[in-house]
T-cell receptor, first 110, second 114 residues
């Protein structure tokens, strides 16, 4: 079992939909949880990070962490075609080296 | 945030040859990282490069295959040596932000080995 599991998709949604992207993990030592966005032919870009359990909101994006279930989510409200990208979750705990998921490809069609 | 550039952006190489990838950062940073991103796979850390010391390699990666230089606080190179088609991948450099949970990535180097 990989430390971080993430469905690669693709996930295709219509413009304006609420998108839910998820990761599960097995290492209970993870304390920091990050979401990166990667456009085609670009490097990953940090979107948000959270510490421990709870929610964090930034504009149309909400990150949610449930440590009891070892489950994290990224919600995108009012999705736009410009949100089409690959979203990678990453986790950190006990080390400065994050563990990344495989990424979920999101397609938002007009 | 840090602005990172990489050269070349892409290359097609013959097996058995070597390619050196350059990474330039617009500010001084202590730690630089080199990752490999293969299709459908998660980012895999190759090594951590600190200025003035030998790079630290992750399990499965060795210095003879991926020699790294870190001559100053804004620059690093990764060489992919004696390439085979299995080395075809995207190679990314990154730097740590003001917190360990923030990393900034370069645009990547897309390598195809024939």
């Amino acid at each position: 079992q990989k430390e971080v599991e993430q469905d690669p998709g693709p996930l295709s949604v219509p413009e304006g939909a609420i998108v839910s992207l998820n990761c599960t993990y097995s290492n209970s030592a993870f304390q920091y949880f990050m979401w990166y966005r990667q456009y085609s032919r670009k490097g990953p870009e940090l979107l948000m990070y959270t510490y421990s359990s709870g929610n964090k909101e930034d504009g149309r994006f909400t990150a949610q962490v449930d440590k009891s279930s070892k489950y994290i989510s990224l919600f995108i409200r009012d999705s736009q075609p410009s949100d089409s990208a690959t979203y990678l979750c990453a986790m950190l705990g006990g080390s400065y080296i994050p563990t990344f998921g495989r990424g979920t490809s999101l397609i938002v069609h007009p | 945030s840090a602005v990172i550039s990489q050269k070349p952006s892409r290359d097609i190489c013959q097996r058995g040859t070597s390619l050196t990838i350059q990474c330039q950062v617009d500010s001084q940073v202590t730690m630089m990282f080199w990752y490999r991103q293969q299709p459908g796979q998660s980012l895999t850390l190759i090594a951590t490069a600190n200025q003035g010391s030998e790079a630290t390699y992750e399990s499965g990666f060795v210095i003879d295959k991926f020699p790294i230089s870190r001559p100053n606080l804004t620059f690093s190179t990764l060489t992919v040596s004696n390439m085979s088609p299995e080395d075809s991948s995207i190679y990314l450099c990154s730097v740590e932000g003001d917190r360990a949970e923030t990393q900034y990535f370069g645009p990547g180097t897309r390598l195809l080995v024939l």
